[in-house]
């Protein structure tokens, strides 16, 4: 029997000291974090992603319908023939008319163009309308279309055969930089002209034709653009949201790091990042005929000053991490701009600056960012479209990600702080205890009942209620359990708590009234050692849960958490009752043993004293820490 007595004693131990109310005090503050974030209509369909937004110092932006807003506006088009911006487009060479009209991946859906905004404006722009699948008209004439190469992204350019006047064209449109070189009849000053345009963050599409004497459908575009001829550029303006520069800010005085990741040309990149303030001046990075080239932003080639910024193009990326290049980390912790970037590398950026414990986020709205807002820590989908189905979250506005990380950090630090509140919760409970199964009692069954539902759960559920600071901190929270703030705060509470728990004990034994109470550990009967520590150790309880109660610079103020603050005071003013009152009901209901009410006021004292060390130590620990 007494080895019985010892296992089943050893095993209650056990079920102390591992509590299990942990997994569920461990995601409660989550669950709040993604109840606020929908009713400010950010909707989060994985919610281990909030806690990791709360380490987030990188965060990486597309630029068209992200940094920029989603409508365009064609500004003209620089034709090729007369050499100069036009305007009108009735002025235009018929074959840069004939490709705005023809080189597109449109559809018409209930009588309504549907398709990319950048074709539906051109479209528009050139005054065309679509007849039937295929088939385009202006007040000039009527196109037939009769093979589409739809746009590919390695290729960075789109193409048509079309029918006009019993001649047969190749319609070609894409990026100035593998479009141009395709082309037989330009100069050095085009290249020129482009690097003018996309330095004023316009974003430059080239466009160019063929006639053709014979036509394959099994062919490919590759196999018929030799010898293009260039028709002119599109000039297409793409806006920048009224909320961009204000939300760049706001994540750098919060010292995150904030990049630009698009497909675009890199100057329309460079001058995108220069209005939201992410750089002021900065060398260009590009691999071109298997060499790295840098130049400076008027086009020069200048050796790149290593303590400048950098903009970079998805090429030279590549090329340095497939290489495995010296200059890689280099290059990718200096770089603001990543321009021409595919899908694919967009996702291989996410993952070079994912070194170390880095958490990157990544905001983006299109298909081309699905990759990569998968492949984040932090995916952002401002489009309800196939990006978000990749990301974890999705929002309507820029400034969602200021919701998102400010969340995640009250979500991760909401975590650790009911993981310390249950770790001491289960020390306190196991220390008391123990203390006991030395003196041959324990605590009755009621006591228990009365820490774990009526204290412990409660507390635990409501501290995590606590709303997100309404700013974005310079400092970030601690990211793991074993880290300086987490351990010298449980080990030193665990000091102080136990501390008193002897200092109460040695108290009650000096008096002269005590008696010891016969008893055992399987069946305990009310005695002055179970009340002593009861009362003492169900006050420690609630002080570690207010001491734990973090407000700023990541939480609002505990005084703000209303039911928190409600049910702490109650439980607060119930346990004082208990401590100093005497009353049959809670005598008979929770079983304690009266001592007289000069050594109750001696104990409030005690309990006291163990408030005011439990609340001073953890300030001490978060000055250090900060």
């Known amino acids: 029997m007494k080895f019985q007595a010892m296992m089943v004693s050893a095993l209650d131990l056990v ?10 005090a461990m995601t409660v503050g989550t669950a709040f974090a993604v109840s606020r974030l929908k009713t400010k209509k950010v909707t989060c369909i994985s919610p281990p992603a909030v806690n990791a937004a709360g380490r987030v110092s990188v965060a990486c932006f597309d630029k068209t319908g992200t940094l920029t807003k989603d409508s365009m506006e064609l500004l003209g088009v620089w034709d090729f023939v007369s050499g100069k911006l036009e305007s009108s487009l009735d002025k235009c060479s018929e074959a840069l008319q004939q490709n705005m009209g023809v080189c597109h991946s449109l559809n018409l859906l209930d009588g309504q163009l549907v398709g990319d905004p950048q074709e539906i404006t051109v479209f528009r722009g050139g005054g065309w309308e679509m007849l039937e699948e295929g088939v385009f008209r202006n007040s000039k004439t009527e196109l037939k279309r009769l093979q589409l190469f739809n746009f590919n992204p390695s290729l960075k350019r789109m193409g048509a055969i079309v029918q006009s006047h019993k001649e047969t064209l190749l319609q070609v449109k894409g990026a100035p930089e593998v479009v141009i070189p395709l082309c037989q009849n330009t100069t050095n000053s085009v290249r020129q002209v482009v690097n003018n345009y996309t330095k004023q963050g ?22 018929y653009e030799k010898q293009l001829n260039l028709a002119g550029l599109l000039l297409i303006e793409n806006p920048l949201k009224a909320d961009a520069q204000a939300t760049i800010e706001t994540l750098q005085l919060a010292k995150v790091k904030c990049l630009v990741s698009t497909g675009d040309a890199l100057l329309t990149g460079v001058a995108v990042a220069k209005s939201c303030k992410m750089l002021t001046e900065t060398h260009l990075g590009d691999f071109n005929r298997g060499e790295i080239e840098w130049q400076n932003e ?34 990718v912790s200096k770089s603001v701009v990543f321009g021409r970037m595919s899908p694919q590398q967009k996702v291989v950026l996410v993952e070079q600056l994912q070194s170390g414990s880095v958490q990157v986020a990544m905001v983006g709205d299109g298909a081309n960012d699905c990759g990569a807002l998968k492949a984040a820590d932090v995916g952002l989908s401002l489009s309800q479209a196939e990006a978000s189905i990749a990301a974890p979250f999705t929002g309507a506005n820029l400034k969602d990600i200021e919701e998102v990380l400010r969340e995640g950090r009250a979500s991760l630090v909401t975590s650790f702080q009911n993981f310390k509140f249950i770790i001491m919760y289960s020390m306190i ?14 605590m009755l069954d009621s006591q228990f009942l009365y820490q774990d539902l009526f204290v412990i759960l409660p507390l635990a559920i409501f501290m995590a209620y606590t ?5 974005l901190a310079p400092k970030l929270p601690a990211g793991a359990l074993i880290s300086f703030p987490v351990i010298s705060s449980v080990v030193g509470q665990l000091v102080i708590q136990g501390g008193f728990q002897v200092l109460s004990y040695l108290l009650l034994v000096s008096m002269d009234f005590y008696k010891s109470t016969e008893s055992e550990i399987e069946n305990p009967e009310p005695s002055y050692e179970n009340t002593v520590l009861f009362l003492v150790s169900s006050s420690q309880l609630l002080f570690v849960c207010i001491s734990f109660s973090i407000g700023p610079p990541f939480r609002e103020t505990a005084f703000k958490n209303y039911p928190f603050t409600l049910y702490a005071c109650f439980v607060g003013l119930l ?19 009266y001592s007289p009410v000069w050594f109750r006021l001696v104990l409030l004292g005690v309990v006291m004293g163990s408030l005011t060390a439990t609340l001073l130590y953890e300030k001490l620990v978060s000055f250090l820490d900060y």
């Open 15 to 24: 079920t102390i000291i591992v509590p299990p109310a942990l997994p569920l």
């Open 467 to 471: 709303r997100a600071y309404e700013y």
């Open 575 to 593: 346990t004082s009752y208990l401590v100093v009152f005497e009353d049959s009901i809670s005598s008979n209901v929770l079983e304690l043993k």
């Open 202 to 223: 316009l974003r430059v599409l080239a466009c160019a034709y063929k006639s053709l004497s014979t036509f394959n459908e099994t062919n490919t575009l590759e196999s």
């Open 429 to 442: 409970q196991f220390m008391c205890v123990n203390m006991l199964y030395l003196m041959h009692t324990n």
């Open 298 to 331: 008027h086009g020069e080639h200048e050796d790149w000053d290593q303590e400048k910024s950098l903009a970079v193009t998805g090429d030279l990326l590549e090329y340095l991490v497939t290489s495995k290049h010296p200059l890689l980390n280099l290059v």
